[in-house]
């Protein structure tokens, strides 16, 4: 089965990320943190070796602090309308984290407070082949 390529995979997860932002009640100025693809060393899916996983994230910048529980209340209710499956559900800590899985694509995305209270949200897709090539 072909995979997405870097573009596609790069592509797609800032359409995640978007629709996310989108949701939110207040809207942040989005400041890059991460934009790469590393190797899938282990990958999770027990595929063949040599294949990427393409990521994106962002600081949330912008937002009222005292705001950040409700921030986070909110994509996750945006994520679990929109086929998203909770992986990790850490909010009641102070270094509040959420992960969920797209239960079509397999991207994951995240939400995670800074110990100085910042949000960062990412996306990252499954283990591709940069190219686009297939598995077999």
Known sequence: MRTLTHDEARARAQEHI??????????????????????????????????????????LD???????????????????????????????ADDRFVSVQHTGDAFRMSVTQSIEGDLSLGASSPCIWLDGGTDD
């Open 18 to 59: 978007e629709r996310a932002v989108a949701a939110l009640p207040v809207q942040p100025t989005l400041t890059v943190q991460r934009d790469d693809a590393l190797e899938c060393d282990d990958p999770k899916d027990r595929g063949p070796r040599g294949r990427y996983e393409v990521g994106k994230t962002y600081w």
């Open 62 to 92: 912008d937002l009222p602090g005292d705001r950040n529980a409700e921030i986070v209340d909110v994509l996750v209710e945006h994520w679990t309308s929109h086929d998203f499956r909770v992986l990790a559900d850490h909010r009641a």
